[in-house]
């Protein structure tokens, strides 16, 4: 545990818990409900996380041991129940909703190796008196200990009355030095046609195996689960159910106008039978899926995403 502990707690911004309990809303028919949200700090790690009521909505943990900011669990609205997988047995550098890009100038920045390195060189998390959470962090991508990249971050995240929440994703990534290139390990299909490896890299969400929920996706052209993979489109939709409580969730995961290769190809691993039984869920949008990205040396790409989770009825 103490690894997954900030070296330096003096980066981050600690308040105490924000309870208003006693104070009213208006809803859009005009009744007056009470707002149950309330924001919680752990004072150790820096993790922030949102409780509507009694049960949790979501939680950001600043840094994780790899050096990469995350959010785990992201929960189904209104049952607490996680909608993101953290440090499964097949891949523990998964961490529920994070950003990793796979290569960068052949340094491999996704699995934990010794001469990549991300590291969070300033964050500040700043709490607004209507419960929305500002995010702001710059990290730093080191090759051999030498800095290739620096991104600035900011994430903003609004959780509604009753639990729903979107959270608004901007990266800018600048090359420091010398020209770089961000790639994937190849994308490669399957017998059935299908691809079936390699292609990620980016904004990536990991879904918890069978057992604790059922996923679908599809994409704005209609192209579901797996035939998504590698497919360009402006959004992911994932209809997410739990097991346990039978509660669904909406998804929607958008690429915004302006990003560059918008509509972006998207990598999107949906497999039943995988791990033998606990299946593989993992989505997200992937500039490098199909051919490897330049950036000339002072040069900054910018990525905006927009999340959005929803309870269905």
């Known amino acids: 545990m103490k690894r997954e502990l900030i070296k330096n707690k003096n980066r981050f911004r600690t308040w105490a818990v924000v309870a208003l309990a006693g104070c009213l809303a208006v809803q859009s028919v005009g009744e007056p409900v009470a707002d149950a949200r309330r924001l919680e700090t752990d ?54 909703l994070w950003f990793s890009w796979k290569l960068i100038n052949g340094y491999n920045f996704w699995e934990p190796t010794s001469n990549a390195v991300t590291r969070v060189v300033a964050q500040r998390i700043t709490p607004s008196p209507d419960k929305q959470v500002m995010i702001e962090a710059t990290l730093a991508y080191l090759g051999d200990g030498r800095e290739l990249v620096r ?3 900011t994430v903003q995240v609004t959780t509604a009355l009753n639990g729903d929440y979107t959270i608004a994703w901007e990266s800018a990534f600048t090359a420091q ?24 890299a980016g904004l990536m969400w990991r879904f918890p195996d069978v057992d604790a929920l059922a996923c679908r996706y599809a994409n704005a052209e209609g192209k579901a689960d797996v035939q998504a993979c590698g497919e360009s489109s402006e959004r992911m939709e994932v209809i997410a159910v739990a097991a346990k409580s039978g509660a669904r969730a909406r998804i929607v995961i958008r690429d915004r106008v302006g990003n560059p290769r918008y509509p972006t190809p998207w990598f999107a691993r949906h497999d039943l039978k995988a791990h033998k039984g606990r299946g593989y869920f993992l989505v997200g949008p992937s500039l490098a899926f199909h051919e490897p990205l330049g950036l000339e040396a002072g040069a900054t790409l910018t990525v905006r995403y927009d999340i959005e989770v929803k309870r269905m009825p």
């Open 151 to 153: 991104e600035t971050r």
């Open 177 to 200: 030095g010398g020209a770089v290139e961000f790639a994937c390990t190849p994308a490669k299909r399957g017998k059935d046609g299908n691809w079936a490896s390699g292609g990620y």
């Open 43 to 96: 004072a150790a790690s820096g993790a922030v996380s949102m409780v509507v009521g009694q049960t949790l909505c979501w939680t950001y943990v600043p840094q994780g041991r790899e050096g990469k900011p995350y959010f785990h669990p992201l929960a189904l609205p209104g049952t607490g129940e996680a909608l993101t997988a953290f440090r499964p047995p097949d891949h523990a550098w998964h961490l529920g």
